[in-house]
């Protein structure tokens, strides 16, 4: 079954995640500082991102109660990939074109789930392609956390609607 997943802007650093018309989350980002902390709301869960290390370039991922569940980082300084241990399980970030601009999240060299640029009536427009993903929406949200920047330089939105 096809979903439907947009994303809005309710006010700048606030976003509203829906499927199928129906909202599904909502996320905040801390806009201007390089810690970009994020809070997560999926359903009835709560989740926080929060960047650490001395160049803020890796993410941790914590449930409501502040355990670490998870954490987004690089292997090697100049990779174009991540690494996100989430769950007891590994999954690889990675950051290619397509034509365009694409964040895609990988598990045994197959997408998960992937944002990315495509042009439509000759502007880009965001594209969330599904690949062997699960419902676990909180992927929609690390990568919506990454591609963030990229839509808000890339995608004209005068409806805020992504």
Do not use: C
Request: charged share 20%.
């Amino acid at each position: 079954m096809e979903h439907t997943k947009r994303w809005a802007t309710i006010t700048p650093g606030h976003y509203l995640f829906t499927v199928n018309h129906k909202e599904t989350g909502r996320m905040t980002i801390e806009v201007g500082t390089t810690k970009r902390k994020a809070d997560i709301v999926i359903g009835e869960e709560k989740y926080h991102f929060s960047r650490t290390g001395i160049w803020k370039n890796k993410v941790k991922i914590l449930d409501d109660k502040g355990n670490e569940i998870g954490k987004i980082y690089t292997k090697k300084w100049y990779a174009n990939a991540m690494l996100i241990d989430l769950y007891q399980q590994t999954y690889k970030l990675i950051f290619r074109n397509n034509p365009l601009a694409e964040f895609a999240i990988m598990e045994n060299n197959h997408d998960v789930l992937a944002y990315g640029l495509k042009t439509g009536s000759g502007s880009p427009v965001l594209k969330i392609t599904p690949g062997n993903s699960s419902a676990n929406h909180l992927f929609d949200f690390i990568l919506w956390y990454w591609f963030l920047p990229v839509a808000i330089e890339n995608i004209v939105a005068s409806d805020g609607i992504y």
